[in-house]
């Protein structure tokens, strides 16, 4: 009795010839190629430590609470706490929230931590999906509400002391030579 075939889909024709093959790039590596490949970490003295927090679905306008994160964003931490703690907005409990979350991350990443140093390097709130309602309406008819829910992710980093300051560009040489 002889044994039915899979359907293995539509025959591919045109294929290439085999000198092209060896002209065509090769495959990007996969996960795990690129994580042997990682560089080892810098010092801790070499780079400024950079820590985030996420909070998702939080229940409260997107529009409203961007309003609240524009106050913080580019302010260094305890500004920023302080903002929000006299912020009369519902945002600034969740937000606060989350900084004071970065703020620890950024302390377990590394032991020595300036807090004193750190600033809001990055502030968004992202929209989150709609949650939808009804809401009983006059004559038996019923209204859709939608519920509108944030994502909130903020990083902080560490600034550069002010003791060590960048080095300034260097200035082009001119072509004149300076007469007397």
Do not use: C
């Not at 306008?61 to 302080?82: F, M, T, W």
């Not at 509400?145 to 040489?173: F, G, W």
């Amino acid at each position: 009795m002889a044994e039915k075939k899979k359907y293995q889909g539509p025959k591919r024709t045109g294929r290439k010839p085999a000198a092209d093959k060896a002209a065509a790039p090769a495959k990007k590596p996969g996960a795990a190629a690129r994580l042997l490949r990682r560089r080892a970490p810098e010092p801790s003295s070499a780079a400024p430590v950079e820590a985030r927090a996420i909070a998702r679905y939080v229940r409260l306008s997107p529009q409203k609470a961007r309003l609240v994160i524009d106050l913080i964003r580019g302010r260094e931490v305890g500004y920023a706490l302080h903002q929000l703690q006299f912020t009369r907005q519902r945002a600034a409990g969740p937000i606060a929230k989350v900084l004071r979350s970065a703020v620890a991350n950024a302390e377990q990443k590394s032991e020595t931590l300036d807090v004193d140093r750190l600033y809001v390097k990055y502030a968004v709130v992202n929209e989150g999906p709609r949650w939808k309602r009804v809401q009983p309406a006059p004559f038996g008819r019923a209204y859709q509400r939608q519920r509108r829910t944030a994502h909130i992710e903020i990083a902080v980093a560490e600034r550069r002391s002010a003791a060590a300051p960048a080095p300034p560009p260097a200035k082009p040489e001119t072509a004149k030579a300076a007469t007397p």
